[in-house]
């Protein structure tokens, strides 16, 4: 029996090399959709309802923060049929998957649990957040996503003390800073780097 070497070239060798490092990405330019998607959203309903609850005679202005139930749907089927795209399914993608429906799971607990006063949900959901936002940016390695989260649990610690005149005010505040500027500066990253 022949024991047969085969020499690599070079261009075999960095294909290998480039597929390694490959599997150990995470898919960024999913992340930063995200991030962006849901500041805007978010951003607009908590407006939209101070706006209404303080400027209007309109007797249920937190009836906008339905629009997340089909921003959820949004959000899942683009994860879903961008995820099927993939080629490469890594630990690191499916740690960050999961870190995300482990807040959406926890977020439902919380809104179940505070039905009765969801006047006062705001530094919960904000504290929440942080926590994804904050490993998020650990598993992509990232550090304006660290700082976003970070500045999850500052709004939050700021939104309870100032008391409920200032609440709705927090989340467009921390929706800003936590999400939306990294999520450009994100999008941009993804951008400079594919050309």
């Known amino acids: 029996m022949e024991n047969e070497e085969k020499m690599m070239t070079g261009e075999e060798s960095l294909r290998i090399i480039t597929e390694m490092i490959n599997k150990t990405k995470v898919n960024i330019r999913q992340g930063s959709f995200h991030l962006l998607f849901w500041g805007w959203l978010l951003i607009v309903c908590?407006?939209?309802?101070?706006?209404?609850g303080r400027y209007t005679s309109?007797?249920?202005?937190?009836?906008v923060w339905f629009?997340?139930?089909p921003?959820?749907?949004?959000?899942m089927i683009y994860g879903f049929v961008n995820g099927?795209?993939?080629t490469v399914h890594t630990y690191a993608n499916m740690l960050y998957m999961w870190t995300w429906i482990g807040f959406l799971i926890a977020a439902t607990v919380l809104f179940i649990i505070q039905a009765k006063s969801m006047e006062s949900?705001?530094?919960?959901?904000?504290l929440l957040a942080g926590f994804p936002t904050f490993l998020s940016g650990f598993i992509i390695k990232f550090k304006p996503l660290i700082l976003g989260g970070i500045c999850f649990w500052i709004?939050?610690?700021l939104v309870h003390f100032a008391g409920p005149?200032?609440?709705?005010?927090g989340t467009p505040v921390a929706m800003l800073i936590g999400y939306l500027i990294p999520g450009y500066m994100l999008k941009n990253k993804v951008n400079h780097d594919t050309i």
């Open 165 to 169: 005149g200032l609440e709705p005010l």
């Open 121 to 126: 949900v705001t530094p919960y959901i904000l």
């Open 71 to 75: 921003g959820s749907f949004v959000s």
């Open 58 to 63: 309109y007797a249920h202005p937190y009836y």
């Open 155 to 157: 709004v939050a610690l």
């Open 67 to 69: 629009l997340v139930i």
């Open 46 to 52: 908590s407006l939209s309802a101070w706006l209404l």
């Open 84 to 86: 099927r795209k993939e």
